[in-house]
Structure formats: C-alpha cells, structure tokens
C-alpha cells in the first residue's frame, strides 16, 4: 500500500565570525528518474540576501547555485518535500534479448553513448585479485548482478566515515571495510571492468518500519538518511539501482538526487569559505502523512 511521507533534510554550517563563501552547488533535488512521485518540493537557503539559479549539470541532474554577496555567521541549507513510497516490484522491467545473459556487449552505438561510465579508474593488487575471483560464467544477467551486489554487501563491513572523499576499492578491500559511498564505489568500479556501464549515486534512503526495542515492547521508529549507491545500465530496462549496503535492489525507499560518473562530482553540497573553523549539524525529519 502506497504511503505518503514528509521529508526534512537540513544542513547547518556555523562560524565563529562573518566570512566570505564561494558559491555553493546544491544537489538535493530528487532526479528525474526518481521512483517516488514527489508531490511538493522547496529548498531554503539562510541567511537572506543570497540569489538561488537552478541549472542543470552535463549529466542531467538538477543543481542549484546560491551565491553570496555578502559575509555570513551561519549557512543553514533545508529541504522539505512530500513523497509518496510504494514498495512495487523493482523487478518489473524487461531486458533485451541479447542483454539477457551476462556476459554481453552493448551495441557500438549504445556503448559510445556509455562511454564514460564505462571507464575504469581502478587499479592495484587486491582489486585485480577481486576481480579474479568473480564468477564470470554465463548466467541470467539479473541473477548475476543479484549475486554481485550481495557479494560486496558480504565482504565490506559497514561504518560511518565522517571523513572528506570516497576511500578507493583497494582500500575498501584492504579494510574489507567502508561507508556507504565506499562500497557504492567499489560497486561501480566492479562493473565497469566487467564491460557493465555503472554510475554512482547520491540521494536519500527512506527506511520505514525499522523497529526498535522499548519498554513497553517494539516501537516503530522510520529512519531518513542521505545514502549513496551504484546503477547499471541494462538495455530495455535502463538503469536499475543497487545498494550494497543493504544487499538489495534499489527500490521506490532509495530517493536519487545526483548521479554521475565520479563520487565528487555527487556530492551534496559543494562549496569553500575562508580559512576559518566551523561547526557542522544536521537534523533529518521523516514524518508518515494519514
């Protein structure tokens, strides 16, 4: 059954005294692909005095520019929106006939249109060693990326990295250990040296129903998190989503703001100030509507 949320999302940069910023880029809009019909959407940016421009980045996404004319003690970015959530089935899409069984070839039109998420970036001894132990034998393609997605979910511990930048897949399998962007990115780097066209993803996970202990029993407690993620590109379904966070397919939960080739090129906000110390908060709201 449908069910229809209200998302808050707010970011709070405070400084010890007025200082210049550089415009910002704001990716927190939902992209055109998203599962999830959003019924109501605005971005506020304080202090006033700012001028907000969206535009639109080589990759399709919705961006917006805030620029600063003058110095500030505090940048608080919010994002409120509405959003209905139906599970579905995420696997109610057909494949082209040749697409059907992994391995297979894009045909040279389509691979020259996929070209840069098709690039490998990654390099080193235990990536090659990874990829040495994937089971490339012919199987259904959609089993094969099933199994693959569950394998870096498998291997990869999750934590929270607060850290700057995305750890590369050499040091992801090192640690056998990363954020949700590391393993997105271990992800793509995965299926792009298999012939796989993949991009990565940065946007919203909504978990409903997560329930957690009380004192008077279970209490339902729905989570929002910003999240990151990888898709692949399979002719006659385009991109499908995959989280190896969670092992699964991405679904009408997962809610894409950006997606692009590199992680950088998704972050969130991105933006610089004077040299100056800051403090960093961030409330997330997620509220069921009826």
């Keep these: 059954m449908p069910i229809r949320v209200f998302i808050q999302h707010q970011s709070r940069y405070a400084y010890p005294r007025p200082v210049w910023l550089s415009p910002h880029l704001l990716r927190l809009r939902p992209a055109a692909h998203c599962p999830a019909p959003i019924e109501g959407y605005a971005l506020t940016v304080a202090p006033a005095g700012h001028s907000l421009h969206w535009q639109q980045d080589p990759f399709g996404n919705f961006v917006a520019r ?19 959530l139906d599970k579905g089935n995420p696997f109610d899409f057909f494949l082209e006939d040749y697409a059907q069984t992994f391995p297979f070839a894009y ?10 998420y098709l690039a490998p970036e990654e390099k080193g ?6 990829l040495g132990q994937t089971d490339r034998s012919p199987r259904g393609t959609v089993d094969f990326l099933i199994r693959l997605n569950e394998r870096v979910h498998r291997e990869i511990a999750y934590t929270v990295r607060d850290e700057e930048g995305v750890q590369t897949g050499e040091e992801t399998l090192a640690l056998a250990l990363g954020s949700c962007r590391d393993s997105a990115w271990l992800l793509v780097e995965t299926l792009r040296n298999l012939g796989l066209a993949a991009r990565f993803v940065s946007g919203y996970w909504v978990q409903l129903d997560a329930e957690e202990p009380g004192p008077g029993g279970p209490v339902v407690k729905d989570l929002l998190a910003l999240h990151a993620w990888a898709e692949v590109y399979l002719p006659g379904a385009g ?7 969670s092992g699964l397919v991405a679904g009408a939960d997962h809610l894409p703001l950006a997606c692009t080739t590199t992680p950088a090129a998704a972050a969130p906000v991105t933006g610089r100030s004077e040299k100056t110390e800051a403090t960093f908060t961030h409330q997330n709201i997620l509220r069921r509507i009826g």
């Design 239 to 245: 991109w499908l989503g995959l989280d190896p966070t």
């Design 125 to 130: 001894p235990r990536f090659g060693q990874w």
């Design 66 to 84: 805030a620029d600063f004319p003058e110095p500030v003690a505090e940048l608080t970015i919010t994002v409120q929106m509405t959003a209905t």
């Design 107 to 116: 045909p040279p039109q389509l691979q020259k249109d996929l070209a840069p």
